[in-house]
């Protein structure tokens, strides 16, 4: 999902810096405002798993393979507005350092996946939660929701932008990518059930310290 450079045209490629510019900057004023100093090392912790997660991919069809987005994920551990930095921070460290996406492509990569993606996963896991009442299933169920969404829309996204570029057509690239991404949400969402199931088991005062910040 992940755009290089050369892909997108100058006008999708300076809306879309903009547009992520301005989430990721008012992701940081939430932040700054909500959070508080002992959920600063959860931060650091999501973002390095997220990280080393997204280097294993795993094999969908056709010689196609996907990754961990890590979107829900860390909407579910650090928050919305946390999630947006978490992934962006991560977003760029593979740009700057590994070439996973380009530059020039960045803005639109951040707007895909950290601030669409963790942003959709979170307003579905809250509305599965809500739905549940709290029960057990309401993170299992929002939880998977949540991880397959965030992938088929940012994959869409990404879609779009490379349609509107004159990349690729449309009736070419957005079926595509929708229907490799919603296979690769299946895995997505597994993965994220598991990370919650294995935190709900052996350390929930993490789900817990999520639930009491938005509460607060």
């Known amino acids: 999902m992940h755009i290089p450079d050369g892909f997108l045209n100058v006008a999708t490629s300076a809306a879309t810096w903009a547009a992520s510019a301005g989430g990721v900057g008012y992701a940081l004023r939430r932040v700054n405002r909500e959070l508080e100093e002992r959920h600063v090392p959860l931060m650091g912790v999501t ?16 010689g196609t393979s996907g990754h961990l987005l890590g979107g829900a994920l860390a909407a579910i551990l650090v928050g919305p507005w946390a999630g947006v930095l978490v992934l962006t921070s991560v977003l760029a460290v593979q740009a700057l350092l590994f070439q996973d996406g380009g530059l020039l492509a ?5 707007l895909n996946m950290a601030v669409l993606g963790v942003l959709v996963a979170w307003a579905v896991y809250a509305g599965m939660k809500r739905l549940s009442g709290g029960r057990a299933w309401g993170t299992v169920a929002g939880g998977f929701a949540a991880a ?20 690729a057509p449309w009736a070419v690239v957005v079926p595509a990518m929708g229907a490799v991404h919603a296979l690769i949400g ?11 199931a294995f935190l709900r088991a052996v350390r929930p005062d993490l789900l817990a310290l999520r639930r009491a910040s938005s509460q607060a």
């Open 148 to 167: 397959w969404l965030s992938v088929v829309l940012s994959s869409l996204a990404a879609a779009a932008e490379l349609a509107l570029s004159g990349a």
């Open 47 to 62: 973002a390095a798993f997220i990280f080393a997660a997204q280097m294993i991919n795993f094999t969908v069809v056709g």
């Open 186 to 196: 299946v895995g997505e969402g597994l993965i994220t059930v598991a990370v919650l």
């Open 106 to 110: 960045l803005g639109a990569n951040v």
